[in-house]
């Protein structure tokens, strides 16, 4: 997988939008990134991804530069359920596995 | 709810004894996979399947055997169990044509003694 780049941890006040940087500044223009999150105990939770257009869903919206080379997660009105470990990935080729680095660990205090 | 099941939660076993994890999804998606997670490695790709019939090997396939008869069942078994496959293992589900928007059960807490 092309490399990302991402805060160890981050806080954010319960209510409040989480913004989730990543830098991914050796994609290529065909490769898309994706967003996960881990809550301890549980499994991996696909949120969202984008190639190089704005995405929204129910769970999060993804900002992604124009040159490509980063991107933003935003939770706008994170709770303490969101407490997670978040994962950028950029997959590359098509060999189906994803590999998730060590991701930004978010902790959501009230 | 991920639409994926996966069962025994936890399971307890000894050296050289067959294990199967079972792994379920509601859905009809086409691809399937297994990972297993352990501190230091992260999760990593044991194998996967991409239709009823049809499956490869991951990263780390030695030790362990797959199969899938049904689209909607993807049986994880370890012939003869060892602790280093001591792990929390993990099935996933992917549609057709979005293989990396991949949908993860709760996982089986493996433990080999």
């Known amino acids: 997988d092309a490399k990302t780049t991402q805060p160890t941890s981050m806080d954010c006040a319960e209510g409040r939008a989480a913004n989730l940087p990543c830098n991914h500044s050796?994609?290529?223009?065909?490769?898309?990134v994706y967003w996960y999150r881990q809550i301890h105990s549980q499994g991996p939770q696909y949120i969202i991804h984008g190639l190089k257009n704005n995405e929204t869903n129910e769970m999060a919206s993804l900002i992604i530069t124009e040159d490509r080379k980063s991107s933003t997660l935003i939770l706008p009105h994170a709770t303490l359920r969101d407490t997670a470990v978040y994962y950028c990935i950029v997959p590359v080729g098509s060999n189906y596995k994803l590999t998730f680095g060590k991701g930004t660990l978010l902790t959501v205090n009230p | 709810d991920a639409g994926i099941t996966q069962s025994p939660r936890y399971k307890i076993t000894e050296t050289g004894r067959q294990v199967t994890l079972m792994c379920h999804q509601t859905?009809?998606?086409?691809?399937m996979f297994w990972y297993r997670q352990d501190l230091g490695h992260g999760l990593r790709l044991i194998y996967y399947?991409?239709?009823?019939?049809?499956?490869d090997k991951g990263e780390v396939p030695d030790g362990y055997v797959v199969s899938r008869s049904k689209t909607e069942n993807f049986p994880l078994t370890l012939e003869s169990a060892t602790r280093s496959q001591t792990s929390v293992y993990f099935c996933a589900r992917a549609p057709h044509g979005e293989i990396y928007e991949q949908y993860f059960g709760p996982g089986t807490r493996l433990t080999v003694t």
């Open positions: 859905w009809s998606h086409s691809y």
């Open positions: 050796t994609i290529s223009g065909n490769e898309y």
């Open positions: 399947s991409a239709a009823a019939d049809i499956t």
